[in-house]
């Protein structure tokens, strides 16, 4: 959900780009970019914040680190702002200072142990940037490639993310336990070196046609990134000009946003911790309940989609969203059941995973609905995209904040009330019937 892109200028022009139609291969590399990344990812951030603990670590230091840490994701916009002005001729090169900082760092992962050296501290925040980048720069390229292509390109993206994260869980439970983290990093590493190396292909075929004479009008809108009459003092203005009279639901849309984040991901970093502190777990017990909520995530999704086109995405998202803050709070209650403390949570972790798989998909929908109502609409999703940022940084500092004055059932206890709280404001969007926005 936190895809950036750089604006278009005008709807005329986005008509002309139309004639650039992605191939099938190139969506193929989309997806299988995506989803190594959130391989990468998931074993980042379940076997980090686990080793670290292990090493002795505090709680609430591992928290802050990865709030920092997830800070280092705001690059994208640098780097997408730099394409924007200079033209998608840099692409190709940001691209490969992507790759080069990723597949270094999880070498580094693969050879040392990690124990909070400060090679292994670097080679986190260059993780963060480095996936970073890379989405940005393949989605941003993606997006202007065709207008007529956005829903299908949304669909990939989120479907490869997701089903990475099921991979990575999958994966965790397979070999953290066996073989360590080391091993771990070595099958992630060489999983998204293998992705972004064919990708490749597709970021020249599609630079070609974005750098050929009938999308000369993209080359010419480079200097425009933000509408002339947009003004940081009064962005609500911008907003009302943008999107007219849906304004009030973009802006319930962020609201839930902010709630579903705070909710879903103060405990991202410290889940971990909390199996091996509160209830002794080992490395294979964490393993394996990482491809618990892989597994849950993916079926979320797959059902979040397949409900889209029958019933209501607001009843999708609130029911759902209802549901993960109940699998927050089971995961919060396990410590009381130490006899069977490892159902408990798996059965919370199921529910959470499942919970917000199923609201991601509709409300990425909603969000992608909104931006076509504007020609202005990738720079609506760029927003969202330092939102999202933002959000999981603060999570991660929230979780830090009250594991230092509190314990791990209280800030299982804050989450769930903000993932209860965030259904309120999507309950209150305008009704809208997404399976007649057809391609």
Known sequence: MSTDQSALTNVSQMHRADSLTLQRIDLVNLFFVHLSISVFLVALGSVIPYELSIAGWNRSLIAVLFGFTTLMELGRVVFARLIDQKGFHLAFRVYLFGIVLV??????????????????????????????????????MFAKSSSRQEGKVATVLQTGRLLGYAIGGIMMAAYYGRYGSKTVFTIASLLFFV?????????????????????????????????????????????????GENTKDFLYLTLFYVLFGLGFFAQDSVLEVFGREALNFDRDKIGRLTGIWGTATLIGVL????????????????????????????????????????????LGIFVLGYGGGAASTPSIARLVYYSRLSSEGILLIAIFGVITTLVRSVASFLAALVLTFSSFQILFFVEAVFLFSAAIPYAMLASTVFSSQKE
Do not use: C
């Not at 972004?196 to 004479?213: A, V």
């Not at 933000?226 to 009064?234: A, E, L």
């Not at 059902?303 to 086109?309: D, E, N």
């Open 103 to 140: 597949i270094l760092a999880g070498s580094i992962f693969s050879t040392f142990e990690i124990q909070g050296q400060a090679i292994v501290i670097a080679s986190l925040f260059a993780t963060s940037l480095g996936t970073a980048v890379v989405a940005t720069v393949l989605d941003g």
């Open 195 to 243: 992705s972004s190396f064919l990708s490749i292909l597709s970021i020249i075929h599609i630079r070609n046609n974005l750098n050929s004479p009938m999308s000369t009008v993209i080359k010419s809108s480079k200097a425009i990134t933000i509408p002339s009459n947009f003004s940081v003092r009064s962005p609500l203005r911008w907003l009302y000009q943008t999107l």
């Open 303 to 346: 059902v979040g989609g397949a409900l889209l086109s029958r019933i209501s995405d607001r009843l999708i998202v609130t029911s759902h969203t209802i549901i993960a803050g109940f699998g927050i709070a089971i995961i919060g209650i396990s410590p009381l059941f130490s006899d069977d403390s490892l159902a408990i949570v798996s």
